[in-house]
């Protein structure tokens, strides 16, 4: 069974998913028209919603909580 996922606002779920892509926090900020700063705590925010330290371990905890699209394409 799934944990629960933590309830993420919709910006945090934009973050995430440029986190499921790879992006650095300049490539988020521009793609979101948001600050790099903002971009850092919003990711900041997503790390500790998870409890994770790295964007990898985010990624991976965001795709088992089923907050990602497990992408197959690799």
């Known amino acids: 069974?799934?944990?629960p996922?933590?309830?993420?606002t919709q910006?945090?779920?934009d973050v995430l998913a440029c986190l499921g892509r790879g992006l650095a926090p300049k490539a988020?900020?521009?793609v979101l028209?948001?600050?790099?700063?903002?971009c850092r705590g919003y990711v900041k925010s997503l790390f500790t919603k998870l409890g994770v330290n790295s964007q990898l371990e985010a990624v991976?905890?965001?795709q088992e909580l089923g907050l990602l699209e497990v992408r197959e394409d690799r």
């Open 5 to 8: 996922a933590p309830d993420l």
């Open 60 to 62: 991976v905890k965001a």
């Open 33 to 38: 028209g948001i600050s790099v700063n903002t």
């Open 28 to 30: 988020m900020s521009r």
């Open 11 to 13: 910006r945090e779920r």
């Open 1 to 3: 069974s799934r944990l």
